[in-house]
């Protein structure tokens, strides 16, 4: 079978691209009896999912239910359009609540893959009607690597930044209960250690914990499902071109080899190749500026847009290509891509500056909004918010973590590598002499905090409402009252850490139906093609409704091409 694989050159549905969307639409269109076939060009497979936190944000999810949670499908449509604004399509929305349940309990009835409730992670937007304080993000159990034999070897490494210490897998709740200090915190921080060093056995083997976690275990799990029905993966193929004939497509072209190779779709095409963040020229075209590849969070190489591209070639409709899945990022020397910065922002103690010293968006709001934040006061600071400047002072630095440097009581400046001082932070006595060496204004960076930290006494932030919501406070420290996102700053030294307009993939691409056909210019359907993912424009329209809003609607638009490639009702 697998020598067959290696040299078939017709498959019932070629899916392109090896993350969350695309392994979930090949389960399922394997499962409903198509012979499929998965490419992907890089070396490595799972995408930027392998590296993503594997959350799904699916409403009305069985697992809320099973806990007593009470969510419904009017509440969630509501939410929806409140959140997208007139964007998409309401049959997109619909096709979205209605099936992702339907997918996700499926999914985990028939594969290895397997969700908890996470059921204090808000909805991002609180004050949106329809939306609930928890129940509708999904966190991946971990999942144990060892079955997965020498195709391990062959999956993206997740990034440091997910891992306790670098190294320790973890799931974002128990990661949620370390950093907010919830109740038995330490207890789980010594059971996950403990859990990893006496591991022996696997640890003569590699480094690499044995249970992967978030996105990892995801597409771990989804991997080995591939393997249990023997769909063939094909990395290190580059996928160069959609063959359309007759009106439709009817296959691909492809690099494998060194030579190109034509592959027959006798049903169809499945896109789920990623966005556009790394190909520069691109985002030069379409995206806000200014804008860098360089500053994106996924892996350098991959998600160049090819997708995006080929629909364009045979006439597809877009939307959406201004847009992306923005989060900040820091980068840092010797690491293939930033890190981005989810949860710090909300941590007690730290603000984020312009180039003139100056607040402009609460620390503590959704990454998407918080680097849109930095593109809507670039032109009011003269230029100066992108980059802007985390600063935070000696008892924050102690206390939290921020990027890549973890809390000083267990990683102190001395630890750090040397070369970080002047390029990961930077670091001086007082505000005035911090503001010269990153180049902003002293004056308004004094006043500035100044004015934070008499409120941030308070437990106010008249400027933001920085923790005033359930959003907010989800990564705020419990311990601190009365407001877990603030504290005043006046503990010298002070450091500083430059934040770029990072994303974590485009959100613009072809546009698509309620059953994932991507559509021409006249609405009308391209026969044999489907986009989900990032490729595809969202169905989250300009907005990040909540935690798992990126991989949910892929995963659950890959469950709807199969359904309807194999012409189940």
Request: hydrophobic share 40%.
């Amino acid at each position: 079978m697998a020598a067959q694989n290696e040299t078939q050159t017709a498959f019932d549905v070629i899916v392109v691209g090896s993350g969350a969307g695309a392994m979930t639409a090949a389960v399922f269109a394997a499962d409903y009896g198509l012979s499929v076939l998965v490419v992907e060009k890089s070396d490595r497979y799972g995408g930027t999912s392998a590296i993503s936190g594997g959350g799904i944000w699916i409403p009305n999810n069985p697992h809320f239910a099973a806990i007593g949670g009470r969510d419904s499908r009017g509440q969630a449509l509501d939410y929806l359009k409140a959140a997208t604004a007139g964007r998409v399509d309401e049959s997109r929305l619909q096709a979205y609540i209605d099936h992702a349940p339907k997918m996700i309990e499926q999914l985990e009835r028939n594969s290895r893959v397997r969700y908890a409730v996470a059921p204090k992670y808000p909805d991002y937007y609180p004050h949106l009607p329809g939306a609930l304080p928890g129940g509708r993000s999904l966190d991946p159990e971990l999942f144990d690597t060892s079955v997965l034999g020498d195709e391990l070897e062959r999956m993206r490494e997740p990034s440091p930044a997910t891992l306790l210490m670098g190294k320790v897998s973890w799931t974002a709740r128990q990661a949620h209960k370390v950093v907010a200090k919830e109740p038995g915190w330490v207890r789980t921080v010594v059971g996950l250690m403990a859990r990893y060093h006496f591991d022996f056995r696997w640890r003569r083997r590699t480094r690499r914990d044995r249970h992967a976690c978030l996105g990892g275990a995801l597409v771990a799990s989804l991997r080995r499902s591939l393997m249990d029905r023997n769909v063939p993966l094909w990395l290190q193929t580059e996928f160069r071109e959609l063959v359309h004939e007759g009106g439709r497509v009817t296959g691909v072209r492809l690099r494998r080899e060194g030579r190109d190779v034509v592959v027959q779709a006798r049903q169809g095409v499945i896109l789920a190749s990623g966005g556009f963040e790394q190909n520069q020229a691109l985002r030069d075209k379409y995206l806000p500026q200014p804008t860098k590849a360089a500053w994106s969070a996924t892996p350098p190489g991959g998600n160049t847009g090819a997708a995006l591209e080929a629909g364009i070639a045979v006439g597809a409709a877009t939307d959406l290509l201004d847009h992306g899945w923005w989060a900040p990022t820091i980068r840092v020397p010797g690491e293939e891509k930033p890190r981005a910065v989810f949860a710090e922002r909300a941590f007690p103690g730290a603000i984020v500056v312009n180039g003139q010293g100056r607040r402009f968006v609460n620390e503590a709001a959704p990454y998407l909004e918080f680097v849109a934040a930095m593109y809507a006061d670039n032109p009011a600071s003269g230029g100066k918010s992108t980059p802007a400047w985390a600063i935070f002072d000696a008892h924050f630095r102690r206390h939290y973590a921020m990027g890549p440097l973890m809390p000083g009581k267990i990683q102190p400046d001395e630890r750090l590598d040397p070369c970080w001082a002047g390029s990961v932070y930077w670091k001086a006595a007082t505000l005035d002499a911090l503001a010269v060496r990153i180049g902003i204004d002293a004056t308004g960076l004094k006043e500035t905090v100044r004015k934070f930290n008499e409120g941030a006494v308070a437990g106010q932030d008249p400027d933001f409402g920085r923790g005033d919501n359930v959003y907010d406070r989800y990564y705020g420290d419990t311990q601190v009252k009365p407001n877990p996102c603030l504290a005043p700053l006046t503990k010298g030294p002070f450091y500083a850490m430059r934040i770029d307009a990072g994303d974590i993939g485009t959100k613009g691409g072809l546009l698509t139906n309620a059953e994932a056909q991507v559509l021409l210019r006249d609405g009308s359907a391209i026969p044999g093609l489907y986009a989900i993912g990032n490729c595809s424009a969202a169905v989250m329209g300009p907005s990040y409704p909540g935690a798992g809003g990126t991989l949910g609607p892929a995963m659950t638009f890959g469950y709807l091409a199969a359904r309807h490639l194999a012409g189940v009702l």
